[in-house]
């Protein structure tokens, strides 16, 4: 069973590069979101999607971009790396209410 | 807006029993969940209580909710090294697109 899958696990940008983070969920979830976990701030919703063409900001969308073609797949997009935007990333999805969230195991990225 | 507050460190003895604690603000929450997070992966539920419940125990946790107080605590006996982690409160609601808030995080430290 793999769950949510997240790639890469690791990645070292240079400031202004751009990216994307992949997220994966194998589990026909509607619910699917993107965190950022800094040392000692637990973790903070980037953006989210309720189902296939649908997406909303979260507390810290700044910087970032989504889509939601699929079900199973919500990427997130760096367009203009900066090193504010050093973190560990997490995807999570929920197959619905009241159902807790399935995470990946995360995306470390630095940016120099 | 919602808030949840956890205590950064804890440390313990192996053989005895871990308490964490957290505090909440939002008084709609549905869903209380603790979840670990051990280096270099992603958060794993340990557990989860009904906001109707005062108590849930499952093998060596204990979790208990004072509604009143909005305090959550996680209670784990016979603390084993294994149990070195990461624990994040959080909590949720049914509306909308399933909004969960986490706590920072207490960092559990077992001592042989």
């Known amino acids: 069973n793999a769950g949510v899958t997240q790639t890469p696990k690791f990645r070292i940008l240079k400031i202004g590069q751009s990216m994307t983070l992949q997220c994966a969920q194998d589990m026909n979830h509607n619910y699917m979101y993107w965190y950022r976990q800094d040392p000692g701030m637990g973790l903070k919703l980037i953006y989210y999607s309720v189902g296939a063409g649908i997406t909303d900001k979260g507390e810290v969308p700044n910087g970032y971009n989504v889509s939601r073609s699929t079900t199973e797949d919500f990427p997130l997009r760096l367009e203009l790396a900066a090193p504010s935007q050093t973190s560990v990333y997490f995807c999570?999805?929920?197959?619905?209410?009241?159902?807790?969230?399935?995470f990946g195991d995360g995306t470390r990225l630095s940016i120099l | 807006g919602e808030d949840v507050e956890q205590s950064l460190f804890l440390s313990v003895r192996e053989g005895d029993s871990s308490v964490i604690n957290c505090t909440y603000t939002d008084s709609s929450s549905t869903y209380l969940y603790w979840y670990k997070q051990e280096p270099g992966a992603g958060l794993q539920l340990l557990t989860y209580?009904?906001?109707?419940?005062d108590m849930k125990q499952d093998q060596r946790l204990t979790v208990l909710l004072n509604k009143k107080d909005k305090h959550l605590s996680l209670r784990i006996a016979d603390t084993q090294t294994g149990d070195s982690a990461i624990y994040f409160c959080a909590e949720g609601n049914s509306g909308g697109y399933q909004k969960v808030t986490f706590g920072t995080g207490t960092k559990l430290q077992v001592i042989p």
């Open positions: 999570a999805s929920v197959g619905g209410s009241n159902q807790p969230q399935h």
């Open positions: 209580i009904f906001s109707n419940m």
